[in-house]
């Protein structure tokens, strides 16, 4: 067995390895509190939102020539979807459309093909939205005030931002390794995030027949 594809074998064990850890379970949301604090630190809550904000960040620097558009209209998407979660609209949807972009995100890295690029920016935009609705769940509990919604809000973009960032400058980094970490990263995703879909099934029809 050649080096490159130890590394390879070993790259997909650390993979399966945080798919299987705690990380597993899907966005949490907020717990306590409303804040600038609480905002920036609830891309970290959940290993689903997570993955496909870095997801985002790395496959617009290794699929398109302008790398930052994928991240703006995942962030524009995502602060539609916070305003949009302050209505009074079913949380289990968008906890699906959270699942489903994981794996649309991996399907991306796995299959790398050129799609048309506002086709796929519109799916980008949804997804941000899906996850920004979800990070309203607390709102509904309590009466805040503007100031602290927006605090919240401005951490939430921060943090995001950061987290695309950092995908893509795992592209940088990887150079010329970036097509088959992309392939295997993608797999993992796509996994994941039917793991995702079948534990909320499951949860569903659980609650449904109760």
Known sequence: MNIHMKKILLAL??????LSSNL????????????????????FSGFDHFLVIVLVGFWSA?????IWLGPCVFILGMCLGVFSGLSNLP??????GIAASVIAMGLLLLVQQQYSSKAILS????????????????????????SLLLQD???LILATGILHLSGAILVKFLNEKTA???????????????????????????????
């Open 13 to 18: 064990g650390g993979l399966i390895g945080v």
């Open 24 to 43: 597993v379970y899907a966005h949490q949301g907020h717990e306590t509190s409303v804040s600038f604090l609480a905002g920036l630190m609830h891309p």
């Open 62 to 66: 290794f699929m398109l020539k302008k």
């Open 91 to 96: 949380l289990n949807i968008f906890e699906f």
């Open 123 to 146: 799916l980008i935009g949804s997804f941000g939205i899906f996850h920004g609705f979800a990070h309203t769940e607390l709102f509904s509990n309590g009466s805040f005030g503007t």
């Open 153 to 155: 809000l401005a951490g």
């Open 180 to 210: 088959i970490v992309a392939k295997i990263t993608g797999f993992a995703s796509v996994i994941y995030g039917w793991v995702l879909i079948s534990q909320l099934s499951f949860a569903v029809l659980g609650g449904a027949s109760t």
